[in-house]
Structures are given as C-alpha cells and as structure tokens.
C-alpha cells in the first residue's frame, strides 16, 4: 500500500464523515423542533423511550446527537433520568441504520445489461449528487434546499465509501496486513482497538462505515469483527460523556448511562457468547465479512445488550446515582422542589406552607449568588464565576417549579388569607429571579475587570464600595422582612432604595469628572455605568418586594400608587430612615 493509497484513503474518511454530518444535520433541520418535542413529550415509559430513541437516531443518523439531546433535557429539569436511559437505549440501536445505507455500496452493475447497470451505486450516487444540487442551488424554499443538502450529503458519503474500498482493495492480497488483522480476533484487543478508534473519530456509525470499507479485502473474519464492533459501542460514549462536563448531577448520570449500557451490555455479551463457543465451536467465525453481514452483526448486537439490560432500567439509575452524587446544595434544591408535591394541593393550607418555604429558600439562594458575585469584584476566580452561573440557572428553575405549582393551587377552593399569601408569592419569585440575573451580570463585569486589567481609580473604587455596601443592606433588609413577614423591616426598604438610586445618579456625576480630568478613561466607564445599572436595579427589585409585603396588609397590589404616597407625605418614618442611610452610606 503506497502513499497515494493512503491519501486516498484518509481523502475517503473525510469525504465520508463530512457527508454523513452534511445528511444528519440536514435530515436535523428538515424536521425542525419536532423531533425534540417528540423526545420530551412522548419519553414517559422505557418502552416508548426505546422506540423513540430508535426512530429519532434513525432519522438524525447520530446516537451522540440523540443522546447529547436528551442530556440537555435531563439538565434543565424537563425529563427525568428514567425516562432518559429508555431514549439512550434507542439511540443505541438506531446508530446502526447508517451502516444499512451503507450496504447500498454492494449494489453493482457488472453485467451486460444498461437497465442493470443504472442500478450500479455509481450511477444511482451520480443521480442522487445531481438533484440533490439542483435542489440546492435553484429551489427557493428552505424545506427543498435542505432536502437537496440531505441527497448531496449521501451522494459524498457514498463517493468516500468508493474512496476508501477503492484505496484498501488491494490489502486483500497483503500477508503483513492480513497477519495484523488477525492479532485483533483477539477479543480484547479488538474491543480495545474499536474503542481507540472511535474515541478519535468521535462517531460510531463512521467507525462501522469504515470497518465496511475494509471488509472489501476480503480479510475481516467474524472472529476478528464482533469484538471490534464491541469496542466502538463503547467508545461512542466518549462525545456524549463531553457534552456533560459542565452539565447537572442528573446530566452527568444520562450521559454515564450511556457508557454503563453499552459497557456493561459488552462485558454481559462477551461472557456469554465466548463462553458457548467454547463449548460449541462456533464454525462460522472464521466466516468472511462483508458490508452487509457488518452491518447485520451490529445491529444484532445493539438490540441484543438492549434486550438485555432494558428490564434493569431502574438498577441502572441506581447506579449512576450511587457513581455520581449530588452535591450539597444541589441536595437542599431538590430537598425544596420535593416540597412542591402534586398530592399536597387536595390541602392547600399545607401547599400555600410548602410554597412559602421554598419561596424563602429561593430568596435566600438569589441573595447568596448576589454576595458571591461582589466577591468576585475584588478577588475574581473562574471557578467562583462558574458557581455564580450554575446557582442563577438553580434560581430560574426555582421560579419555574413555584410558578407552575403557584398556579395550580390558585385553581383549589382558596380562604383570603391563602389568596393573599399565594397572590404575593406570585409578586415576589420573579423579583428574586431577576436579582439572581442581576447577579450574573454583576459577576460579568468582575469578569471584564479581571481580563482587561482594568483598576478604578482609588476615588472610583472607594464609591462602587460605598454603593455595594448600600446594595447589600437594602437586600438583607428586603428578604429578612419577606421571609420573616417583618413589616417594620419592609418600611426600611423604600428610603434606602431611594438614596441608592441617589447615590447612582451622583456617582456617574463624579465619574465624568474624573473622565474630564483624565483620572479614568472611557473603558473605566462602561465597566463602571454597567455595574452602577445592575445594583441599581438589584435595589428597585427590592422595593418591589417590599411593596408586596406591604400592601399585602391592605388588600391591594397597587405598586406605584404606595411608593408615590409614601414619598410624598413621608409616611411611616420615611425621612428618619432616608437619613439614618445618608449618614451610613455618604461618598
């Protein structure tokens, strides 16, 4: 095998990887978000997450892309990791179609006859190339263009098949390649060559693909095949295992499943098959392969560890929560979330109960993200911008659940006073929601401040000090009066927040006073407006909560008309606390 063989060859492999990518993603695109909403709606039994996990990988040609879907949903709360292992299990089988398109490659003309040889893959590739570019360059709607990007993505599949046959046709008569080929009949090296091999290619159907090709040399025996279709069951894992490393607990168990099955379905199939054919003497495998038999020996194989470990669906679940284990807080969230049970809104004196301590927990949760993320503005670290990121995505799931359950229990058979605890807690979760976003933005700037080396000058920093020390009283004020239903606290609120917005308007004064003098340049000022903006607003949501607690005495929600009479006849010891607060908070 010459140079020119082996460019010919790694030429093919491109050809053919890019083109099963070019039909998957356009297959992907042809069928929109249907194939996500099937996957999320239709999950609900292992049976039907088999078959749907099957029939979407068919389609999309890609059990990563299935499985690295099916993640994603797991990560944010929408199905659960049963419901998850039942799609991975699908996806496992449904990867084999591709080589079955593949097994087209064997259809040949050959003969004497024209009508024979318009069947020839060549031929039919050539008609398929030719339309598929019709397709894409001449049709307007985006729903033919895609299909003809689906023809033109087989047609380069089926070209680089050709290219690889083409380029290993001759090995079939090469002692030194035939001699390496039969050290991997050897199981465990064949399994650990499959898994090498598509670790680096990142694709499975590719690695079959590619096993096809070199079963024109007529040197692939069975023996030598099974144990490296094994090892590239389980190094498929290796891309969804990826996509999970900054995925949740749960994630990061969907995805391991994916390794456990096929792992586990390799080792329970090797001890069992090797075992009867050393009892038996199985005499077909020293058989020669071919693109068809390949393809037929994996899918056999999938279904059958599928078959295998489909009952154990919920052992495996186990597993992966015994492998993988919650963090602290991720511990306390679900503590908090199994509060919120369908069961408890027969009751709902013990649901409006159950929402009300989830609804403090959420507040406290936003509070510590906003004080984690002013540590960062002195001391900024990646690993304290990244927790600031995943406690916001907690918060935002946070206000999902209470939202949806909050809207539930307002459809039972409520007294007022349940009423008024719902209605406010409705008020209040998007407030701390929004100042958990505030936080992010806050880590954001520590984030730019850090990777441009920008320092404020001394003046600058001692106000934004000043400012944050303000911020931090008017949030503990906030949500110690809501999770203590402390009205004295409440009235505290709206001074403070009056002289933080104050104190705003007067720091952007000084700031284009400094900018005047050359004291700070412009990049200074949109790091500095920036996080004046955010605490600014972190203050108003404050307001906002204490407004609900408030007004939640007088039966009324009528946010704007309670802050416009309590600023103008200063009511309640508003001007005793504006300035106990200037004093405190002075630039």
């Given at each position: 095998?010459?140079?020119?063989?082996?460019?010919?060859?790694?030429?093919?492999?491109?050809?053919?990887?890019?083109?099963?990518?070019l039909m998957g993603d356009s297959l992907k695109k042809v069928a929109g978000n249907k194939l996500e909403l099937i996957l999320f709606r239709l999950s609900s039994t292992p049976l039907k997450g088999i078959l749907l996990g099957t029939g979407?990988?068919?389609?999309?040609?890609?059990?990563?892309?299935?499985?690295?879907?099916?993640?994603?949903?797991?990560?944010?709360?929408?199905?659960?990791?049963?419901?998850?292992?039942?799609?991975?299990?699908?996806?496992?089988?449904?990867?084999?179609?591709?080589?079955?398109?593949?097994?087209?490659?064997?259809?040949?003309?050959?003969?004497?006859?024209?009508?024979?040889?318009?069947?020839?893959?060549?031929?039919?590739?050539?008609?398929?190339?030719?339309?598929?570019?019709?397709?894409?360059?001449?049709?307007?709607?985006?729903?033919?263009?895609?299909?003809?990007?689906?023809?033109?993505?087989?047609?380069?599949?089926?070209?680089?098949?050709?290219?690889?046959?083409?380029?290993?046709?001759?090995?079939?008569?090469?002692?030194?390649?035939?001699?390496?080929?039969?050290?991997?009949?050897?199981?465990?090296?064949?399994?650990?060559?499959?898994?090498?091999?598509?670790?680096?290619?990142?694709?499975?159907?590719?690695?079959?693909?590619?096993?096809?090709?070199?079963?024109?040399?007529?040197?692939?025996?069975?023996?030598?095949?099974?144990?490296?279709?094994?090892?590239?069951?389980?190094?498929?894992?290796?891309?969804?295992?990826?996509?999970?490393?900054?995925?949740?607990?749960?994630?990061?168990?969907?995805?391991?499943?994916?390794?456990?099955?096929?792992?586990?379905?390799?080792?329970?199939?090797?001890?069992?098959?090797?075992?009867?054919?050393?009892?038996?003497?199985?005499?077909?495998?020293?058989?020669?392969?071919?693109?068809?038999s390949i393809a037929l020996m994996n899918t056999v194989f999938r279904f059958v560890i599928v078959l295998m470990l489909a009952p154990f669906i919920s052992l495996l679940e186990k597993i992966c929560n015994i492998i993988i284990k919650d963090k602290p807080e991720d511990a306390a969230v679900l503590e908090d979330f199994d509060r919120l049970e369908e069961r408890f809104l027969d009751h709902p004196a013990l649901a409006v109960e159950q929402s009300r301590l989830t609804v403090n927990?959420?507040?406290?949760?936003?509070?510590?993200?906003?004080?984690?993320?002013?540590?960062?503005?002195?001391?900024?670290?990646?690993?304290?911008?990244?927790?600031?990121?995943?406690?916001?995505?907690?918060?935002?799931?946070?206000?999902?659940?209470?939202?949806?359950?909050?809207?539930?229990?307002?459809?039972?058979?409520?007294?007022?006073?349940?009423?008024?605890?719902?209605?406010?807690?409705?008020?209040?979760?998007?407030?701390?929601?929004?100042?958990?976003?505030?936080?992010?933005?806050?880590?954001?700037?520590?984030?730019?401040?850090?990777?441009?080396?920008?320092?404020?000058?001394?003046?600058?920093?001692?106000?934004?000090?000043?400012?944050?020390?303000?911020?931090?009283?008017?949030?503990?004020?906030?949500?110690?009066?809501?999770?203590?239903?402390?009205?004295?606290?409440?009235?505290?609120?709206?001074?403070?927040?009056?002289?933080?917005?104050?104190?705003?308007?007067?720091?952007?004064?000084?700031?284009?006073?400094?900018?005047?003098?050359?004291?700070?340049?412009?990049?200074?000022?949109?790091?500095?407006?920036?996080?004046?903006?955010?605490?600014?607003?972190?203050?108003?949501?404050?307001?906002?909560?204490?407004?609900?607690?408030?007004?939640?005495?007088?039966?009324?929600?009528?946010?704007?008309?309670?802050?416009?009479?309590?600023?103008?006849?200063?009511?309640?010891?508003?001007?005793?606390?504006?300035?106990?607060?200037?004093?405190?908070?002075?630039?």
């Amino acid at each position: 095998m010459g140079i020119s063989n082996v460019l010919e060859l790694l030429g093919g492999v491109a050809l053919f990887l890019f083109g099963m990518a070019l039909m998957g993603d356009s297959l992907k695109k042809v069928a929109g978000n249907k194939l996500e909403l099937i996957l999320f709606r239709l999950s609900s039994t292992p049976l039907k997450g088999i078959l749907l996990g099957t029939g979407v990988t068919a389609v999309i040609q890609s059990s990563s892309a299935t499985s690295v879907m099916v993640v994603g949903f797991v990560n944010s709360g929408m199905m659960k990791v049963r419901q998850a292992i039942g799609v991975v299990m699908g996806a496992i089988i449904g990867t084999s179609i591709t080589g079955w398109i593949i097994c087209l490659s064997d259809i040949g003309g050959g003969g004497s006859s024209d009508w024979l040889e318009l069947l020839s893959t060549d031929t039919l590739t050539a008609i398929i190339a030719v339309v598929g570019i019709i397709l894409r360059m001449f049709c307007a709607g985006p729903a033919k263009k895609h299909v003809g990007e689906i023809m033109l993505g087989f047609a380069v599949l089926m070209f680089g098949m050709k290219a690889m046959s083409s380029a290993v046709y001759d090995l079939r008569s090469n002692e030194a390649f035939i001699s390496m080929l039969t050290t991997f009949s050897n199981p465990l090296l064949g399994i650990a060559l499959g898994i090498v091999f598509t670790s680096v290619i990142q694709s499975a159907s590719a690695a079959v693909g590619i096993l096809q090709a070199l079963a024109v040399t007529g040197a692939i025996r069975f023996d030598i095949a099974l144990p490296i279709i094994m090892g590239i069951a389980i190094g498929a894992a290796v891309p969804v295992l990826l996509s999970a490393l900054g995925a949740s607990a749960d994630g990061k168990r969907t995805a391991l499943s994916y390794l456990m099955v096929d792992a586990l379905g390799v080792i329970l199939f090797s001890i069992i098959f090797y075992t009867l054919n050393t009892v038996c003497d199985f005499a077909f495998m020293s058989t020669t392969m071919t693109t068809v038999s390949i393809a037929l020996m994996n899918t056999v194989f999938r279904f059958v560890i599928v078959l295998m470990l489909a009952p154990f669906i919920s052992l495996l679940e186990k597993i992966c929560n015994i492998i993988i284990k919650d963090k602290p807080e991720d511990a306390a969230v679900l503590e908090d979330f199994d509060r919120l049970e369908e069961r408890f809104l027969d009751h709902p004196a013990l649901a409006v109960e159950q929402s009300r301590l989830t609804v403090n927990s959420m507040a406290k949760k936003a509070r510590e993200n906003l004080f984690d993320a002013f540590a960062l503005i002195g001391n900024y670290s990646d690993e304290g911008f990244r927790h600031v990121t995943d406690t916001e995505d907690i918060v935002d799931k946070y206000e999902d659940r209470l939202g949806t359950y909050l809207i539930h229990i307002t459809s039972r058979e409520l007294n007022s006073e349940q009423n008024e605890a719902v209605g406010k807690y409705l008020h209040t979760i998007n407030d701390f929601e929004r100042i958990s976003d505030h936080a992010l933005n806050v880590a954001e700037c520590a984030q730019e401040l850090h990777e441009k080396g920008i320092i404020f000058s001394t003046d600058g920093a001692r106000e934004v000090n000043v400012l944050i020390s303000a911020v931090t009283e008017v949030i503990n004020t906030a949500i110690d009066a809501f999770c203590n239903n402390d009205l004295e606290n409440a009235y505290r609120v709206e001074p403070l927040e009056e002289l933080i917005d104050n104190l705003c308007d007067e720091m952007k004064l000084h700031h284009i006073d400094r900018l005047q003098k050359g004291i700070c340049t412009l990049s200074h000022g949109f790091v500095f407006n920036d996080l004046l903006t955010n605490l600014e607003r972190i203050s108003d949501h404050c307001s906002n909560i204490a407004v609900a607690l408030i007004e939640l005495e007088s039966d009324s929600f009528d946010t704007h008309e309670y802050i416009s009479s309590l600023i103008e006849v200063r009511s309640h010891c508003f001007d005793e606390y504006y300035a106990e607060y200037s004093k405190k908070f002075a630039l």
